[in-house]
Nanobody
Framework: QVQLVESGGGLVQAGGSLRLSCAAS????????MGWYRQTPGKERELVAI???????NYADSVKGRFTISGDNAKNTVYLQMNSLKPEDTAVYYC?????????WGQGTQVTVSS
């Protein structure tokens, strides 16, 4: 029904930047409730940022001021611009879409920040 494909992860030094992309296909009507979670070994998956509406997004406190989520409706793609990266941002980042009672996930992309 919905497929999400992430790209853009990699290895970066502390203070650097990366941009993640998530291309959605299938029954996509808007980018609302589309966003990013992240997970490290032994920890629960946590919300990083999510689009609520065309003008509103929610961010985890730990990334506010450093990460920016945006979307391109024409491409059904959501981006996560990550600046001033810290070693504690190291995680697998998952794209997600909440649609009705369902939550869809991408396969994840690894982000590693070296100190």
């Amino acid at each position: 029904q919905v497929q999400l494909v992430e790209s853009g992860g990699g290895l970066v030094q502390a203070g650097g930047s990366l941009r993640l992309s998530c291309a959605a296909s299938g029954s996509i009507f808007s980018l609302n409730n589309m966003g990013w979670y992240r997970q490290t070994p032994g920890k629960e998956r946590e919300l990083v940022a999510i689009i609520i509406s065309s003008s509103t997004a929610n961010y985890a406190d730990s990334v506010k001021g450093r990460f920016t989520i945006s979307g391109d409706n024409a491409k059904n793609t959501v981006y996560l611009q990550m600046n001033s990266l810290k070693p504690e941002d190291t995680a697998v980042y998952y794209c997600t879409l909440i649609k009705g009672w369902n939550q869809f996930w991408g396969q994840g992309t690894q982000v590693t920040v070296s100190s």
